[in-house]
């Protein structure tokens, strides 16, 4: 079956203190690995896709990082406006739909 | 660009009445999506279409319909809402491929009493 797990589920940090979160999927045959980042009330924002293992992009104070089985998202000196929810997905086999994961929620406080 | 829009922003139904969101998008994109988003579930496909004229079954259909007469509009009903599909409903649409970026609207947070 597609699946796709975050962790944690709600991640609290200092303003300047680094992390990561993890998304590992299972799905046959990778399509594309997506990070959005939701804001409270609002749709989801696209930030990365990653098509194979070994791919890297960054953004800002984000890099998104893909392997065969798992996606990390570090965040390098978070700041408070880097407080939301990211999301990660994954095509199913058929190609014809996202399978989302339920989520990490990040706060960052300063 | 306006990009992805959706209509209303918010609703309260009673349960068994009826109603129409509408999501339309200005970029030309082929496919449209609709889901759903609970707390606990993350999102959930409930239909989507790979162009005017076409609609599909996602993960979770019951109750819903949809329909896409013009490529910029992609409408979804509910012709007897119930308790359980109180949700926040999300519109995305996609240029040429299922596999391209999703882009997504800002949402319809529905109320069902």
């Known amino acids: 079956e597609d699946q796709v797990t975050q962790s944690p589920e709600a991640l609290r940090l200092q303003e300047g203190e680094s992390s990561s979160l993890n998304c590992s999927y299972t799905v046959s045959g990778l399509r594309g690995l997506f990070w959005y980042r939701q804001d409270p009330g609002k749709g989801p924002e696209f930030l990365f896709t990653l098509y194979s293992a070994g791919e890297e992009k960054e953004k800002e104070r984000l890099k998104a990082t893909l392997t065969k089985k798992e996606s990390f998202l570090h965040i390098t000196a978070p700041k408070p406006e880097d407080s939301a929810t990211y999301l990660c997905?994954?095509?199913?086999?058929?190609?014809?739909?996202?399978?989302f994961g339920k989520g990490t929620t990040l706060s960052v406080s300063s | 660009n306006a990009g992805v829009t959706q209509t209303p922003k918010f609703r309260v139904l009673k349960t068994g009445q009826s109603m129409t969101l509408l999501c339309a998008q200005d970029?030309?994109?082929?496919?449209m999506y609709w889901y759903r988003q609970d707390p606990g579930m993350g999102l959930r496909l409930i239909h989507y279409?790979?162009?005017?004229?076409?609609?599909a079954k996602g993960e979770v259909p019951d109750g819903y319909n949809v329909s896409r007469l013009k490529k910029q509009n992609f409408l979804l009903g509910l012709e007897s809402a119930a308790p359980s599909q109180t949700s926040v409903y999300f519109c995305?649409?996609?240029?040429?491929?299922?596999?391209?970026?999703?882009?997504f609207g800002p949402g319809t947070r529905l109320t069902v009493l």
């Open positions: 995305a649409s996609t240029p040429r491929r299922s596999t391209d970026t999703q882009y």
């Open positions: 997905a994954v095509h199913n086999q058929a190609g014809t739909a996202l399978i």
């Open positions: 279409s790979v162009g005017e004229g076409t609609t």
């Open positions: 970029m030309n994109h082929e496919y």
